[in-house]
Each structure stands twice: as structure tokens, then as C-alpha cells.
């Protein structure tokens, strides 16, 4: 794992999959636990898209590096109107 | 005698008929040219309904038949004896008879028969009934087509009123329209048990209840497949899914690197198939965050997934707060309902957040096969997003099978891949297995190739 990771392009871009709605945002304004994520050997690399859809009950989260690598995969439950 | 259409009438005491149905792929009917047959305590059926029934005394009728006087009202009717002939015709009740008996009878929907005799509810015997218009008669389908529906009625027993559902939606004329792969893929998806056959099932009835079925409004519902859950994991359970044996080892007091921040934890360590896969409970935990699974329910969980998945996963981390990203994510999505239940990395660091809602062992189950299939195909195959040709022989696959396991399925290919895998994984050794592979053919063997093949490195 390299302790340096490598320089960020600058944005990242937000994209809303049900809303067809792409926003980029300064990566000076996201949080830093998102702009970078570990690869597969596990050295991290900047994140550059995050794209996000809603299904049923269910919304994903893919975050995407610059090859278009998916760098992490997250399903998040819809905390009301669960049974 | 023959008779003429104009001798036919003139004939006394006709019945009002509806019209008769138009045959769709098929060789027209011919017109009505006489008053309707009474038989007693039967009826005139389709030629190719006479294939199905014990109809004697309705079949071997020269090119015109003169019944029997009888004395009745419609004695001396004429009827022609074509074959393909949609005539409407009248049923006189035997005794023992109801509606429905009658409608199973006819080979016609009890709605229609009801439909066509108003205000009947109970049936006496000699009382005549109109018998609605029978679906119009399909052409023969080819032998390959015929073994095809014959393995897939073949899970029904005889007199299932699935069977017989599905037997009449094979011999529609809309059906007979189709494109042969079509018919292939229609029968795989509607005739099994599981949920998404039986919701399938359901769509075709309805769609062939209705005027002016078509071939290509059955092409349209295979498109659509309307009746799918919207995720693989949302699937009613119907068995349990094969495991791996597993033992747990611990635990360890540790402090370890969470999503949610280093905090104190009980490392153990899951062994199945000579892996060990350390597994990382937070003590840490906040209660008003929600339910953690157990170590046990995250066991069985990474003892269901598939050799190639499991072996991808570096860690599992359960943790004890919320994924602190989901603040972040609930503003720019201006959406703050949801809440984070499990993240998959490419370096295989599983983790899993608390949840409002206690997850059953099925969700965990589902949840971590198709996350981590996504580390899977993205080793197996590449990025999706930027073209590589190694995806092409899973798209291909996808374009032959040409139906969809859920509505996520159809996001992207990755996605298409990680609801396959899970489907495919959770029916392995179920009743549902073999269902499912007649669905997805060409998929669950592109599949098998990925999880033969050697683990992908980093």
C-alpha cells in the first residue's frame, strides 16, 4: 500500500441515475473519506464519480476512479416504511 | 343435406351468436353460415380442442352434418365441419353440471361463460347455455418448439390449474405468432414455480384475457417483464441456500481501523475451505444507530457465497456506528431516507453498517454475494464503463438469454452480472435451479466459466 496517494483531478461528479441529474463538485468540498478510496492492492486513488439509483427500497452507491474502475460498491436500506 | 348461408338463415328460432373471433396467425375461419349445434350435455369444439378432449359423437362429421331431429328448438341445425371453425354454438346442461364443470368442458375461461349467459348461476339440467367464442385456432408449432413446452409443462402435474394456464397460453394464436426463440423464452420465463415465473404467469394471462393479443404485445411483455422485483435480494426465500462448513476462531481484542473510525474490537477468524477471513466486531457501538448482525449471521452469510466471491474478501468489519458517509451522500442526493447497510471494496474489505431494521440472514446472504460480485467481475472483466472486450462474452450471453432477473439487472451490465450471480447462487441445489437455468441459459454457464476459472489476482 503506497502512503502517498497520487494527486486528485480536482472534482468529483455526483450523478443521480433516477434523476438524471450530474453535478461536479470541487473535491475541496467533499468530505475527505470520499475523495479518495483504496484500489485492489489496496493503495488509494482518487474517486471521480459517484453515481447513485434508487430501487424499490434500495439505493446503491458506486464510486468510480479514473479508469473507471469501480473502487467501492455500497447498498443502502431505506430507514422508513421498512416492515 | 348442405345447406346454403341463406337456408341457414332463414332457419326458425336462431339465437342471437356474437361474432365470430378473428384468428390471428392463422388461416381464417370461415364465417358462420348456420345456426348454432345443440348437443346434449356437449358442445362443438375447435379442431384443435377436439385433439385435447374426449369429444365423441363431435368429431368424424362429413363437410356438412345434418343432426339428429330431437324435437328440440334448434333440431335439424346444420353445422359445417371445417376444420379451424370458431362458430359459437349452444351447450345443453346435464345433470351434475355446473358452470365451472362446464367451463372446464368447453375449454373456455368461466369469466367468458358467464359472461355470455347473464344472470346464470346455477345450472339445471336441459337448461341451454350460450357457449362463448373459443380462442381462435393456432397453427401447429414445430416439434422443437413442442418438446420445449412439454419440458417446461413437465413440473406440473395433469389437472394443475397452472398446467392448464399455461397449456392454453401455449396454444394461443398470439403465442404461434412468435419468433421461435421467443416461444422458447417466454415458456422458460412463466413456467416455473418460482416468484418471478409465477409473476410472469400472471402478466400473460392477463395479457391474453384481453382483445387484440397479439404476438407483439407478448413480445412487448417479454421486454418489459413486468412482475419482476425490482432486486434479486427482495425474492421471497423459498430454500435455504447451500453453505460451506465454517468454523469461527476467537476472539482477539484489537483495535482496528473502522469506516466509522479506529475503535476498539473482537477479531475472529472464519474458516472455510483453508480461508481465513478475520471478522472485526466494533465494541464501539452506538445503540440508537440501529441492529448489528451477529458474527453467526455474518458467518453463515460469507459461508453461502461462492468460492471466487469469498476468496476475493480481505476482511469483514461489522460496524458499530453509521457509515459516516451517509450524511454527505443523503445532501447531494437531497434524499436523507436512506442508511448505509454494507459496502464491498476492490481491496476486499467488506463492512457492515447498523441498520433501523433488523436484516433477516437472506439479506446478508443477498447483499454480500452482489457486492462482492461486483469486485469479481471487475477482476474477471474490467471497468464497465470504458469498453473492454472482455465483457463481450457476458453481453453476449445477456442478449441470448434476453431476460432479466430484476429491474436492477437492467442498470448496467455489472449490476446485470452481480443479480445473476446472486440468483444463480442462492438457487444452486433448490427446487428453483433448474428453473432458473432454463431462464438464464447462457448466463449461468458464463457464470460457471467465471467460477471455475482460477481466482482472480490482484
Known amino acids: 500500500m503506497s502512503a502517498t496517494p497520487p494527486p486528485h483531478p480536482g472534482t468529483i461528479l455526483f450523478v443521480d441515475e ?3 441529474h450530474e453535478h461536479a463538485r470541487p473535491v475541496s468540498e467533499v468530505p475527505e473519506s470520499l475523495r479518495f478510496a483504496p484500489d485492489q492492492n489496496g493503495n488509494l486513488v482518487p474517486v471521480v464519480k459517484v453515481v ?3 430501487v424499490g427500497e434500495q439505493r446503491t452507491i458506486r464510486e468510480y476512479g479514473t479508469g473507471g474502475e469501480m ?6 436500506f431505506r430507514a422508513r416504511n421498512m416492515p | 343435406m348442405a345447406v346454403t348461408p341463406a337456408a341457414a338463415a332463414a332457419a326458425p328460432s336462431s339465437p ?7 384468428q390471428i396467425g392463422a388461416t381464417p375461419a370461415p364465417q358462420p353460415v348456420s345456426p348454432p349445434v345443440v348437443k346434449d350435455g356437449g358442445f362443438r369444439p375447435s379442431a384443435r380442442a377436439a385433439t385435447l378432449l374426449d369429444l365423441s359423437g363431435a368429431r368424424g362429421a362429413g363437410p356438412a352434418e345434418r343432426l339428429p331431429s330431437s324435437g328440440d328448438p334448434f333440431s335439424g341445425a346444420v353445422r359445417p365441419a371445417s376444420s379451424g371453425d370458431t362458430m359459437p354454438s349452444v351447450y345443453r346442461a346435464r345433470r351434475g353440471d355446473t358452470l365451472p364443470s362446464i367451463a372446464r368442458k368447453l375449454g373456455v375461461p368461466l369469466s367468458d361463460l358467464q359472461r355470455a349467459n347473464p344472470g346464470v348461476t346455477r345450472v339445471r339440467s336441459g337448461q341451454l347455455l350460450q ?4 380462442a381462435p385456432v393456432a397453427p401447429p408449432l414445430p416439434p422443437e418448439i413442442q418438446q420445449h413446452l412439454s419440458e417446461r409443462l413437465a413440473g406440473w402435474p395433469q389437472g394443475a390449474p397452472e398446467r392448464a394456464e399455461l397449456e392454453r397460453a401455449f396454444a394461443s394464436p398470439a403465442f404461434a405468432s412468435l419468433a421461435a426463440d421467443a416461444q422458447k423464452r417466454l415458456a422458460s420465463w412463466v413456467s416455473g414455480h418460482n416468484p418471478i415465473s409465477t409473476a410472469g404467469r400472471a402478466e400473460l394471462s392477463r395479457v391474453l ?3 387484440g393479443a397479439s404476438a407483439a404485445r407478448l413480445q412487448e411483455l417479454l421486454t418489459t417483464q413486468p412482475g419482476l422485483p425490482s432486486v ?3 425474492l421471497p426465500v423459498i430454500a435455504e441456500p447451500n453453505r460451506f462448513p465454517y468454523t469461527i476462531n476467537g476472539p482477539t481484542e484489537v483495535v482496528n481501523a473502522f469506516a466509522s473510525g479506529a475503535a476498539p474490537a473482537s477479531r475472529f477468524d472464519v474458516e472455510i475451505e483453508g480461508q481465513t477471513i478475520p471478522v472485526y466486531l466494533s465494541l464501539a457501538v452506538e445503540p440508537k444507530d440501529g441492529f448489528r448482525h451477529s458474527l453467526e449471521e455474518v458467518a453463515r452469510g460469507l459461508a453461502a457465497l461462492p468460492d471466487s466471491s469469498r476468496r476475493l474478501i480481505d476482511r469483514v468489519q461489522v460496524e458499530g456506528k453509521r457509515n459516516p458517509s451517509d450524511a454527505y451522500w443523503a445532501k447531494v442526493y437531497n434524499d436523507p431516507d436512506f442508511r448505509s447497510y454494507m459496502t464491498a471494496g476492490a481491496n476486499g474489505v467488506v463492512d457492515i453498517y447498523p441498520t433501523v431494521w433488523q436484516q433477516p440472514q437472506h439479506a446478508v446472504d443477498a447483499s454480500l454475494i452482489h457486492e462482492t460480485g461486483h469486485i469479481l467481475s471487475g477482476r ?11 465483457w463481450q462474452p457476458w453481453d453476449a450471453a445477456a442478449q441470448r438469454d434476453g431476460l432479466s432477473p430484476s429491474t436492477y439487472a437492467r442498470a448496467s451490465r455489472t449490476e446485470d452480472f452481480s443479480e445473476t450471480l446472486t440468483l444463480y447462487q442462492l438457487s444452486r441445489g433448490t427446487p428453483s435451479e433448474a428453473e432458473y437455468r432454463a431462464m438464464f441459459p447462457e448466463r449461468f454457464a458464463a457464470l460457471e466459466a467465471v467460477l471455475a476459472a482460477p481466482v482472480p489476482t490482484r
Open chain 1, 18 to 20: 433516477n434523476k438524471g
Open chain 1, 52 to 54: 447513485a439509483r434508487v
Open chain 1, 71 to 76: 473502487l467501492r460498491s455500497t447498498v443502502q
Open chain 2, 16 to 22: 342471437k351468436l356474437p361474432p365470430p373471433a378473428t
Open chain 2, 131 to 134: 357457449v362463448p367464442p373459443r
Open chain 2, 209 to 211: 384475457s384481453q382483445p
Open chain 2, 232 to 234: 434479486v435480494a427482495g
Open chain 2, 380 to 390: 474477471t472483466f474490467g471497468s464497465w464503463q470504458t469498453p473492454d472486450p472482455r
